[in-house]
């Protein structure tokens, strides 16, 4: 992935936390996917295989599109100004939601 890219999610992701568009942490993702407030799960290289597993299926039940980042779990916790480690942020914004899939897409290529 191109460095610029990455930035761009990031910088997305950012604005999606500040706009209090952003669910952080596991627990509270899947409390929210039931309730159809999530637009796109993004998950850290660096999650556990357990909840990677576990956010799969239920993005998977709950139709919602997943990505993984190739970041660890301590950039993605400075990345939203948290000091634990979240392993996934749901972002709940369907306009943020399809731009950083866009990008994420271009990055693939």
Do not use: N, W
């Not at 627990?27 to 637009?39: Q, T």
């Not at 939203?80 to 369907?94: F, N, Q």
């Amino acid at each position: 992935m191109s460095c610029d890219g990455i930035e761009r999610i990031f910088g997305m992701i950012g604005l999606a936390r500040r706009a209090g568009r952003a669910i952080i942490g596991t627990d509270l993702i899947c409390r929210a996917m039931p309730r159809g407030e999530v637009a796109l799960l993004v998950v850290s290289r660096g999650a556990s295989a357990g909840t990677k597993k576990k956010l799969t299926f239920k993005c998977e039940f709950y139709k919602i599109e997943l990505i993984e980042l190739d970041i660890e779990t301590e950039q993605l916790g400075r990345l939203l100004g948290k000091t634990y480690t979240p392993a996934a942020v749901a972002i709940t914004d369907s306009g943020i939601a399809e731009q950083i899939k866009k990008v994420h897409e271009a990055l693939k290529q």
